[in-house]
């Protein structure tokens, strides 16, 4: 990409917080994606991916959440697995602004 002399342009992080001189070294860590943007709160022209690390709770990946409760009542524990899931993402993003949107792929 190419950025003019005369352009202005701000760095953000994904929460849209400004990288300035006097926190940079607060906000930008391994692994953190930045993006180069005309303002802050300037709009994505499209959907954007981001790397994200996840280490599941022991819980969720042996019990599956209350797995024992619901596989003694004959049920298939996945789709609770998969309900406590997306519960524990928005409980995590509660205090996000915006739109939060969570999409789960099964490959």
Do not use: C, W
Not at 2 to 22: L, Q
Not at 36 to 59: C, G, N, W
Not at 62 to 84: D, H
């Amino acid at each position: 990409f190419d950025i003019s002399s005369d352009e202005t342009f701000v760095i953000t992080t994904t929460n849209r917080k400004e990288i300035t001189e006097d926190n940079f070294r607060e906000l930008v860590q391994d692994g953190v994606t930045l993006y180069v943007l005309k303002s802050v709160d300037q709009m994505l022209l499209l959907a954007t991916k981001e790397r994200i690390d996840f280490l599941p709770h022991y819980d969720t990946l042996v019990k599956s959440g209350m797995y024992e409760y619901y596989a003694s009542e004959g049920q298939n524990p996945l789709p609770f697995a998969l309900a406590e899931l997306i519960d524990n993402s928005l409980s995590a993003t509660s205090q996000n602004t915006g739109i939060r949107s969570i999409q789960i792929k099964l490959v």
